[in-house]
């Protein structure tokens, strides 16, 4: 996962997360860290994922933006 300054924008693979996942539920997971921690809305994400099925992806961009906002603010790890 690629985290940059900017306006909450997700994408996975070029799509936008809403589009990329075929449920909600695997959509509000992948980016649950940008809704746990209200500041991260100002970094975009740009994820590139292969292999696995949607619900194991989703796992994994939560576990990717989560592993970066720490690594903006190391602060937030109890949070995440």
């Known amino acids: 996962a690629w985290l940059y300054r900017g306006s909450?924008?997700?994408t996975v693979d070029g799509h936008d997360v809403r589009d990329?996942?075929?449920t909600n539920l695997d959509c509000q997971n992948a980016i649950l860290p940008f809704r746990?921690?209200?500041s991260s809305v100002k970094y975009?994400?740009?994820i590139t994922i292969?292999?696995?099925g949607k619900v194991?992806?989703?796992d994994a961009i939560?576990?990717?933006i989560a592993r970066s906002l720490?690594?903006?603010d190391e602060s937030l790890r109890p949070m995440l």
């Open 8 to 10: 909450g924008k997700v």
């Open 20 to 22: 990329y996942f075929d």
């Open 36 to 38: 746990v921690i209200p």
């Open 44 to 46: 975009n994400a740009e």
């Open 50 to 52: 292969k292999g696995g």
């Open 56 to 58: 194991a992806q989703a």
């Open 62 to 64: 939560k576990l990717a």
């Open 70 to 72: 720490v690594s903006f």
